[in-house]
Every structure is written in C-alpha cells, then in structure tokens.
C-alpha cells in the first residue's frame, strides 16, 4: 500500500514538474517522505481505486481520453479530501471544469501512469 501511495505522488511530482507554469508551490512537490499521513492515504487509495478500475475493465481502460482518465483521478481525490478534511477550502474539491489545466494534465499523468502498472 505504501508502494502504491509512494508511485502516485512520485507521478503527482513529475506531473506538477512537467505541467506547471512557473515555479510550484512547495507543497506541491514535498517529497513522499515529508508528505503528510493523511495525503499518503490518499495517494494509495486512488491509486489502488485507478487500479481496480483497470482490471475490471480488462485494460479497456486504454480506449479512454486523456480527459476521461483525469476526471476518473479528480473525482477519487474529491472523495479523499472530504474523508480527511471536514471543511475543504472549495479549491481542493473543485469540479473538473474548474481545475487549472497543469492539475488536469497531471492527473491523466497520474491515471496514465497506474495504467501502466496493471
């Protein structure tokens, strides 16, 4: 599990890294191993729900957009912040429309990069 969580933020890091206008926030880039327990938690689950979802669809997972792939990623992280954070700023559980282009981008990285592992 830790396996997991640690691929999913080492993929969040490159993503932020590649698509990222400008220099990134620090907490943005926070190594694995100063990342807090609760995103750590985060980071495994999504990637074990990305994971899930590969393998029940039979790796048909390859049909979809890179946009679809994304949302899938978001909205599993959505999900996440509401069970850790009681009341998250309306930035960390924005709707796919309103994520700036280098988080979507970065979460079809993420997808992409899971889908790689099954």
Same mark, same amino acid.
């Given at each position: 599990? @830790?396996?997991?969580? &640690?691929?999913?933020?080492?993929?969040?890091?490159?993503?932020?890294?590649?698509?990222?206008?400008?220099?990134?926030?620090?907490?943005?880039?926070?190594?694995?191993?100063? @990342?807090?327990?609760?995103? &750590?938690?985060?980071? /495994?689950? +999504?990637?074990? #729900?990305? &994971?899930?979802?590969?393998?029940?669809?039979?790796?048909?997972? /390859?049909?979809?957009? &890179?946009?679809?792939?994304?949302?899938?990623?978001?909205?599993?992280?959505?999900? #996440?912040?509401?069970?850790?954070?009681?009341?998250?700023?309306?930035?960390? +559980?924005?709707?796919?429309?309103?994520?700036?282009?280098?988080? #979507?981008?970065?979460?079809?990285?993420?997808? *992409?990069?899971? *889908?790689?592992?099954?």
């Amino acid at each position: 599990m @830790t396996e997991d969580g &640690r691929i999913f933020r080492e993929a969040w890091i490159a993503g932020v890294r590649k698509h990222f206008p400008g220099e990134p926030k620090p907490g943005y880039v926070t190594p694995w191993e100063d @990342t807090p327990e609760w995103e &750590r938690a985060s980071a /495994a689950a +999504v990637f074990g #729900q990305v &994971r899930e979802f590969v393998a029940v669809s039979a790796g048909t997972t /390859a049909k979809l957009t &890179r946009e679809q792939k994304g949302r899938f990623v978001a909205i599993c992280w959505i999900a #996440q912040i509401h069970k850790h954070i009681d009341d998250p700023k309306p930035g960390y +559980v924005a709707d796919w429309d309103d994520l700036p282009k280098w988080q #979507q981008e970065t979460d079809a990285d993420i997808f *992409e990069t899971i *889908e790689r592992q099954v």
